[in-house]
């Protein structure tokens, strides 16, 4: 089956450096997607990942080792709206995505 | 904003009844798929749709069933609610099946089963 494992809380301050993990078992693998949910938001794409390696978009970097099945969510220079759930997700052959049960990260000041 | 776009917004029924739920996808895209999200989960996947056939299916029963038009838009529609079909329902389009690099997804329908 399809699984992946994520912590489902992070907290960070203000200007700090979080790290989401997030371990997958597949088959038919093709890449790792991250999103963003605000509470009451629709999930929105932050990040993707089909080669080992690391993805930098601004303040959110992403990094993807398939021969782990690892991939992390980097935010950096946190700020107070950051404060929401993220999901991994994976993309597999069958054209579907398998999401993880997301983590939460509060940003305190 | 992403384009996509949901409706209701939200809608209460009770348990046996049906209901149909409608999405737009973003302009230019031929991808639609559906997922069902309860509270404090990841969204569950249903299906996809790819020029209007379905392609691809999540572990969800038969009494899920979907379609898409010409336009690209798409219909959920649930027979029989039960209880635990009370989740957000959200759609999301994206240019190419299979290869779902980017997802867009709508504000989603809650939806309340009593």
């Known amino acids: 089956g399809q699984s992946l494992e994520q912590p489902s809380e992070v907290t960070a301050v203000e200007g700090a450096i979080v790290q989401i993990n997030c371990t997958y078992q597949t088959s038919g693998f093709y890449g790792l997607s991250w999103y963003q949910q605000h509470d009451g938001g629709a999930p929105t794409f932050l990040s993707y990942?089909?080669?080992?390696g690391l993805e930098e978009t601004g303040r959110f970097s992403s990094f993807l080792s398939r021969s782990d099945s690892y991939g992390y969510l980097l935010l950096q220079e946190l700020q107070m709206k950051d404060s929401a759930s993220y999901f991994c997700?994976?993309?597999?052959?069958?054209?579907?995505?398998?999401f993880g049960d997301g983590t939460t990260l509060t940003v305190k000041p | 904003e992403t384009g996509v776009t949901q409706s209701p917004t939200h809608l209460i029924k009770t348990r046996g009844q049906q209901v149909t739920l409608r999405c737009s996808s973003q302009?230019?895209?031929?991808?639609v798929s559906w997922y069902q999200q309860a509270l404090g989960q990841g969204p569950q996947f249903i299906f996809q749709?790819?020029?209007?056939?379905?392609?691809g299916r999540g572990n969800f029963p038969p009494r899920f069933s979907g379609l898409q038009f010409p336009n690209y838009s798409s219909e959920l529609n649930v027979n029989a609610l039960e209880l635990d079909d009370s989740a957000l329902y959200l759609c999301?389009?994206?240019?190419?099946?299979?290869?779902?690099?980017?997802?867009?997804f709508g504000p989603g329908t809650r939806l309340l089963v009593l």
């Open positions: 999301a389009s994206s240019r190419l099946a299979g290869d779902q690099e980017t997802q867009y």
């Open positions: 302009s230019g895209h031929n991808t």
């Open positions: 997700a994976n993309n597999t052959n069958a054209g579907k995505s398998t």
């Open positions: 749709y790819y020029r209007e056939e379905e392609n």
């Open positions: 990942n089909a080669l080992d």
